[in-house]
């Protein structure tokens, strides 16, 4: 399957020709109004699901809390090359997330805010430099609608709000894709020159934007970027054009961006290359050593979940456009790029021996811009399909709604918060899908355009009231926040306290805020101290030699438990 040589326009511009279409139908509905309409609703869905309540929570899972604590360690020490938790070197992930992070603690502070902060803005980079991206190739509408759709996906949401590296990762390997596609021809169209001129930019770019990726997450960027690009000149037989990403401004560009910090954190550390590449990398990838074991078809559903709201629109459009793409046997340049991109990401990473949610975020942008254009240039085509697929998701998330009401009406009190939350967030995907489903059917175009404004309302309601819909599913803080406000509280010295029957996510969490690390307690300990625990087994935990006296401690509202550990004298 190639590109087919009666699509002239699409092989002199490397353009979509389905552009013309996007193109002809916005100058209908291209009003003041409109424009400022759009304008309005971008922002606001930008603002909302990318900016809003990045500090309502307190750090969660084991990964926010080490990376924070990493951050503020490099502050604290003004050492930026070695990251340290804990005062000991740790190369789980390059420097580029911490470097960012320590920087947002010394413009706003120590928060959870400023911590989360490079996620949401790298996010927001990514989703504009795709935009410019889709407006270049498929055109204004295929833009907007990206803007409006890939922000308000919850895979986007969510890791916008994680203080980790997997949106930084994401979003700079986005904008080098970004770049790579101006480098390889992609871009161009009917005001471009016919002779072509190196793009000195777009190469310098690419270079430091993909020396960016490698400094978040490791080598793992060069892979994606180079089977991308691999199987996109299989397909499109394009090989001379995909050998300009070699070219030495870009292989300069990235060197001088991601080489300093590994060969100076080499030099300090003897034992990087082993721990970081080799631990880290190789055998995270090809040995089940972490854990991490999932099934071959792990990202199927992962994808699906990311995708929501909009699941019945990403399986619509992946229908719809693997059913053109096999009736003309032909796509533009870029679509090849992206279907490429997204499709080497999942089958790379479904190989691995280690896998997590977070691993196939970088696929995600891709999957949405290929989804929003074929939502603008197949829509009219396929109306019917396309009304009866949403319909049906709004239908489902009803269901879902009604039965999650009739468990609320049957449980107690304390259970029914955390049922109705769920509720309420059905009948917001529901609503949303319903409004998509609608407003293909208006006319004129207009109002077909301006029902989207409707459509993601819902989503944004959903985005403010997230943290409530999170916190109301656990009994206590799943943050160690509330417990080391308690600790604090009561003038407990972090270094004479240890903990029990805690989860590891919390260990840490409560590290961070006592900038102490609070270690498990140790059945070999002679010396006793404070011991915090899930439970007022005390003495068995402790063992015989030890008495335990409880202490004041609020654990109706951190589930924990606080003795003072004696040893008993012999």
């Given at each position: 399957?190639t590109?087919?040589?009666?699509n002239?326009s699409?092989?002199?511009t490397?353009?979509?020709p389905?552009r013309?279409?996007d193109?002809?139908?916005?100058?209908t509905?291209?009003?003041?109004?409109v424009?400022v309409a759009?304008a309005?609703?971008?922002?606001?869905?930008?603002?909302?699901c990318?900016?809003?309540?990045?500090?309502?929570?307190?750090?969660?899972g084991?990964d926010?809390?080490?990376y924070?604590?990493i951050?503020?360690?490099m502050?604290?020490?003004?050492?930026?090359?070695t990251?340290?938790?804990?005062?000991?070197?740790?190369?789980?992930?390059?420097a580029?997330y911490?470097?960012?992070a320590g920087?947002?603690?010394?413009?706003?502070?120590?928060?959870e805010?400023?911590?989360?902060l490079?996620?949401?803005?790298?996010?927001l980079?990514g989703?504009?430099?795709?935009?410019?991206l889709?407006?270049?190739?498929?055109?204004?509408?295929?833009?907007?609608?990206?803007?409006?759709l890939?922000?308000?996906?919850v895979?986007?949401?969510?890791f916008?709000?994680?203080?980790?590296?997997?949106m930084?990762?994401?979003?700079?390997?986005t904008?080098?894709?970004?770049?790579?596609?101006?480098?390889?021809?992609?871009?161009?169209?009917?005001h471009?020159?016919?002779?072509?001129r190196?793009?000195w930019?777009?190469?310098a770019?690419?270079g430091?934007?993909l020396g960016?990726?490698?400094l978040?997450?490791?080598?793992?960027?060069?892979?994606l970027c180079?089977?991308?690009v691999?199987f996109w000149?299989?397909?499109?037989?394009?090989?001379?054009d995909a050998?300009?990403?070699?070219?030495p401004?870009?292989?300069?560009?990235?060197?001088?961006?991601?080489?300093?910090?590994?060969?100076l954190c080499?030099?300090r550390?003897?034992d990087?290359?082993?721990?970081?590449i080799?631990?880290?990398?190789?055998k995270?990838y090809?040995?089940p050593?972490f854990?991490?074991?999932q099934?071959?078809?792990?990202?199927?559903?992962?994808?699906?979940?990311?995708?929501l709201?909009w699941?019945?629109m990403?399986?619509?459009?992946?229908?719809?456009?693997?059913?053109?793409?096999?009736r003309?046997?032909?796509?533009?340049?870029v679509?090849?790029?992206?279907?490429?991109?997204?499709?080497f990401?999942?089958?790379f990473?479904?190989?691995?021996?280690?896998?997590?949610?977070?691993y196939?975020?970088?696929?995600i942008?891709?999957i949405?811009?290929?989804m929003?254009?074929?939502?603008?240039?197949?829509?009219e085509r396929?109306?019917l399909?396309?009304?009866?697929?949403?319909?049906?998701?709004?239908?489902?998330?009803?269901?879902?709604?009604?039965?999650?009401?009739?468990v609320?009406?049957h449980?107690?009190?304390?259970?029914?918060?955390?049922?109705?939350s769920?509720?309420?967030?059905?009948?917001?995907?529901?609503?949303?899908?319903?409004?998509?489903?609608v407003?293909?059917?208006?006319?004129?175009?207009?109002?077909r355009?301006?029902?989207?404004?409707v459509?993601?309302?819902?989503?944004?309601?959903?985005?403010?009231?997230?943290?409530s819909?999170?916190?109301?599913?656990?009994?206590?803080d799943?943050?160690?926040?509330?417990?080391?406000r308690?600790?604090?509280?009561?003038n407990?010295?972090?270094?004479?306290?240890?903990v029990?029957?805690?989860?590891?996510?919390?260990?840490y969490?409560l590290?961070?805020?006592?900038?102490?690390?609070?270690k498990?307690w140790?059945?070999?300990?002679?010396?006793?101290?404070y011991?915090?625990?899930?439970?007022?087994?005390c003495?068995?935990?402790?063992?015989?030699n030890?008495?335990?006296?409880?202490q004041?401690?609020d654990?109706?509202?951190?589930?924990?438990f606080?003795?003072?550990?004696i040893?008993?004298?012999?």
């Amino acid at each position: 399957m190639t590109e087919t040589s009666s699509n002239t326009s699409e092989n002199l511009t490397g353009v979509d020709p389905t552009r013309a279409g996007d193109l002809s139908a916005t100058k209908t509905d291209e009003s003041p109004g409109v424009r400022v309409a759009w304008a309005v609703l971008i922002v606001a869905t930008l603002y909302v699901c990318y900016f809003s309540q990045l500090g309502a929570l307190g750090f969660v899972g084991p990964d926010e809390p080490r990376y924070a604590w990493i951050a503020r360690a490099m502050v604290e020490s003004r050492n930026w090359v070695t990251p340290r938790l804990y005062g000991r070197p740790w190369f789980e992930k390059p420097a580029l997330y911490y470097w960012e992070a320590g920087l947002s603690f010394k413009i706003f502070g120590i928060s959870e805010t400023a911590a989360r902060l490079p996620s949401a803005i790298s996010a927001l980079l990514g989703t504009l430099a795709l935009a410019w991206l889709a407006w270049r190739v498929y055109g204004p509408r295929t833009a907007r609608w990206l803007l409006v759709l890939l922000p308000s996906c919850v895979g986007m949401i969510g890791f916008s709000h994680a203080a980790a590296t997997d949106m930084p990762f994401s979003a700079m390997l986005t904008m080098a894709m970004v770049c790579a596609a101006v480098v390889l021809g992609l871009t161009r169209d009917e005001h471009t020159p016919i002779l072509p001129r190196m793009p000195w930019l777009a190469l310098a770019l690419f270079g430091v934007f993909l020396g960016m990726a490698v400094l978040a997450k490791g080598p793992a960027a060069i892979v994606l970027c180079g089977g991308a690009v691999f199987f996109w000149g299989i397909f499109t037989k394009r090989w001379s054009d995909a050998f300009r990403l070699f070219h030495p401004v870009a292989v300069l560009a990235f060197c001088v961006t991601a080489l300093p910090w590994y060969v100076l954190c080499a030099r300090r550390n003897p034992d990087f290359f082993r721990v970081f590449i080799i631990e880290h990398n190789f055998k995270r990838y090809l040995t089940p050593e972490f854990q991490h074991i999932q099934s071959f078809w792990f990202y199927a559903p992962v994808l699906l979940v990311a995708f929501l709201p909009w699941t019945a629109m990403f399986v619509w459009s992946a229908a719809v456009g693997l059913r053109e793409l096999v009736r003309t046997r032909s796509a533009s340049g870029v679509t090849w790029l992206l279907i490429c991109w997204a499709g080497f990401c999942v089958a790379f990473f479904s190989a691995s021996h280690s896998k997590l949610p977070g691993y196939v975020l970088p696929a995600i942008p891709a999957i949405g811009l290929l989804m929003a254009h074929v939502f603008v240039a197949m829509r009219e085509r396929y109306h019917l399909s396309f009304r009866i697929a949403h319909f049906s998701a709004a239908a489902s998330f009803l269901v879902v709604f009604a039965f999650v009401g009739l468990v609320s009406a049957h449980r107690n009190l304390d259970g029914a918060k955390p049922v109705g939350s769920v509720a309420i967030l059905m009948l917001l995907f529901a609503l949303a899908n319903a409004i998509a489903g609608v407003f293909p059917g208006l006319s004129p175009l207009l109002y077909r355009e301006l029902g989207a404004a409707v459509a993601v309302v819902p989503i944004q309601i959903a985005a403010l009231l997230a943290t409530s819909f999170v916190t109301s599913h656990f009994l206590w803080d799943p943050s160690g926040r509330t417990i080391a406000r308690e600790v604090q509280r009561q003038n407990i010295p972090p270094g004479a306290l240890t903990v029990a029957n805690m989860n590891r996510a919390q260990e840490y969490s409560l590290s961070f805020y006592l900038h102490q690390e609070i270690k498990p307690w140790d059945t070999a300990s002679e010396t006793g101290g404070y011991l915090l625990t899930g439970s007022q087994a005390c003495p068995e935990t402790v063992g015989p030699n030890f008495f335990c006296e409880q202490q004041p401690f609020d654990s109706q509202r951190t589930g924990e438990f606080l003795y003072l550990v004696i040893p008993i004298a012999k």
